[in-house]
C-alpha cells in the first residue's frame, strides 16, 4: 500500500504529490487527510495524505516508508482533503481535481483587506446629489448612494458585484466628497445610518416557531437527521433559517449558507447583513482566484462567521463549522458541471457529518430526491403552510392554446392574457410575461392537439436534428421527421420557436403605449445589467417585464399583480426525465411572482397540455399532489430517486473512435456485472451531440442500489486508464441518485 502526499496546500504543490510506503502498522489506519511526517531529503518535514493506492508510480526500490502519524483530522484541511476524497469516490475524478475544488488555493499574491465604500456627506447633501444623478440619468452612481444613505457604508466588494460600483465611480463619489474608501482596520462609523428596520427583533409567527423548535430538537437527537423545511415563497423560510444561525453563532460555530447566484440579489444580500453585520461575508462566481483566496482566509481566520455564496461556498474553511443551509435545495445549479460534477445536496450531508455538523435545505418547491428521502425518512421534514400576515396566493388560470388556434389566434398572447394585460395598463398596475425556456428545448408537437413525439423506450421528447431527423438523447432511438400528425393528421407539427424577442415585439405591437422591459441573456450581459432592469422595474417605471428564468426568482416585486406564463410546455418536453418537475418548479415560481404586496394577484397560464399534472399542480400550488404523480412516474421508468443513475460523458474529436470506445465500455460493463439488474441504455449522442467540431455521446446505467454502481464506475476508471484506446478521450462520470 502506498500513500500520495503534499507537503503544502497550494496550486503548484498539488501537481506534486509524492509518494511514500505505508508501514504495515499503518495500514486500516491511515486514511486521507492524515498529517503524517516523512523523511524529505535529508530532513523530516509533515505532509497530507491526500490518496491511498496500491499502483506505485516510482521503482519500488525508491520509495521510503511513512514516519509516524502526527494528526488524524484536528484540522479544517484535513478534514476537508477527506471530504475531497469521498468526492472522488463518490462521483468519478481525479484526485487533483477533487482536491482543487474543495481546497482554498493559496497564490503568490498579499492578501487585500475587506474595503468597505463609506457615506461622508451629510445626509442633507447625499439626498441632493441622489436626486441630481437620478436626474442626469446615472443610475449606477445613484444606485451605490441611495445605497449608502440606506446603510451608511457598503461592502465595497458587494457593492461592485450588486450594485455596478468600480475604481471609477469611487473616484468620482470621493471627488464630490461623498464617500469614501476605507479599509477595515481603519474603519470607524462616521455616520449614523438612517433608522434600520427593526430585523432583529421580529416576532415569528407559530408556525415558523413551531418549524424552529422541531428543528432544533432534531438536532438536539444523537443522530440528527439533515432537516428538509417546505414553504412556499413569503412563508418566512429566510426567517427561519436566520434564526437557526442565530442559534450556532451564540454557540461559538460557524454557517454556511447556499443561494443560488441568481437569488443572490443585493436585496436578499442586505437582509442578511442588516441581522448579522460584518460577521458576513458574500461569495459569488465572478471572484478572481485572489479574492476567493482572500475570503476563504477570513474564514478560516475567524473575522467572518458567516459565508453566503452559491455551490462552491460549501467549502468555506470554518474551523468549528455548525450547520449548512441550502436554501432553493431544487435548483439545478447545485449539481456542478465539471468534473468532479458532484451534488451540493448530498457533499453538504457528507461534510457535515465529518464536521458534526447540522445540515437544512430549504425550498417552495423540493426536489424530488430531498422529499422522497423526507418522505421515507431519511430526512426530518417541516412545512410552512401559510404566506406571511395571510396574504394570498394568486389566483391562477389555465389557458389551452389548442382553442386558440381553433378561433383562429395565431398570436403569442392568448385572448384571455391579453385582456387581462390590457386591465393592468389601464390600472397602472404592472405585469411580468415568463418564457421558460431552458437550454435547448427542440421538440415536436402538434398545436392542434397537443400531441408531443416522443420515445417508445424512454418516454422522453424526441428532439429535432438536422436533416429532419427526431432523436431520443436517452437511448438513440431515432425516426423521420413527421409531416402531419399521427394522433389528428393535421400539418400544424414542428417546434415551438419563439424567443424573447419576438414576444417583446408582438407585446409592443399589440400595445403601443407600455413601457416594456425584457430579461434575458442578451440583455444581462454586462456587469450590473440584471440589478438594473431589476431596480427599473421595481422603482416602476416600467408597465411589462418580459423574461426567462432569471426574472422568476429571488425578488419582490409589489406593484405586479399579472403573471403571464407564455408557452408552459417549453420546459414540459424537454429531452429528459426531469421536465416534469422542472416544468412544475418554473411555474410556482413565476406564479408565486404575482401579488407580493397589498393587491392580490392572478396568473395565466398558456399551455397546449392544460391537463398535465405538473401544470395543473402548479396551477395549483399543490406540491403534494404534483409529487405524487412524478414519484408514480419515476418508479414506473426506474428513474431517480427511485433508482440511481450513471452517464458515462465522452468527447472526441473522432467520431468512429469515440463510437467504438463506447461500444467497448458497455461491453465491458456487461462482462463485469452481467446481471439483469443492472440495465444499460445508450449509447447515444448527448443533448447537443457536436461542438466546435468535438463529439459527443453518453451511456446511461440504471440501478437501484449506488453502491453497485460506483463499484461499476471504479472497475471502468481502470479499464479506462489501462487502455491507451481512450487517451485521445475526454471521459466524465455523472451520477443522479
Ligand atoms: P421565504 O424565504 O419563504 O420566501 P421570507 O422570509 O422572505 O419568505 O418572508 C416573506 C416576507 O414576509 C418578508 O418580507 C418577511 O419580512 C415577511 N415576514 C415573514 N414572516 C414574518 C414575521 N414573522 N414577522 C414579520 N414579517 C414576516
Ligand atoms: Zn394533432
Ligand atoms: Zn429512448
New binding site residues.
Partial sequence: MYANIIVDISSEKLDRAFQYEVPASMEGVLREGMVVTIPFGKREISGYVVELTQQPEIDVQRIRPIKEIRSSGETVESRLIALAAWMRRQYGSTMIQALKTVLPMKEKMTAKSRKFLVLLASREKAGAYLKEMEKKKYRARARVVEALLAEGKLDYSLACQKLGCGSKLTAALEKDGIASLREEEEYRNPVKPKEKEACAA????SE?KSAVQGILKEWSQEKPRPCLLR?I???????VYMELMEEMLSQGKQVILLIPEISLTYQTVMRFYRRFGERISVMNSRLSQGERYDQMRRAKSGQVQIMIGPRSALFAPFPNLGLIIIDEEHEHTYKSEHSPRYHARETAIYRAELEGARVLLGSATPSLEAYYRAVSGAYALFILEGR?AGRSLPAAEIVDLKKELCAGNRSILSRRLASAIEERLQKGEQSILFLNRRGYAGFIACRLCGYVMKCPHCDVSLTEHKGGRLVCHYCGYETPKLLSCPQCGSPHIGGFKAGTQQIEEAVSHRFGEARILRMDYDTTRKKGDYEEILSVFSKREADILIGTQMIVKGHDFPGVTLVGVLAADLSLYAEDYQSGERTFQLICQAAGRAGRGERPGEAIIQTYHPEHYSIVAAARQDYEAFYREEITYRKLLRYPPTACMMAILAQGEEQELLKTAMEYLKRFALRIYPHPDLQLIGPADQAVGKVNDVYRMVLYFKHQDAAKLLAVKDKLEKYIQANTGFKKLYIQFDFDF
Fill in positions: 421580529v416576532e415569528l409567527t415558523q414553504g415563497t413569503g412563508s418566512g423560510k429566510t426567517l406571511y
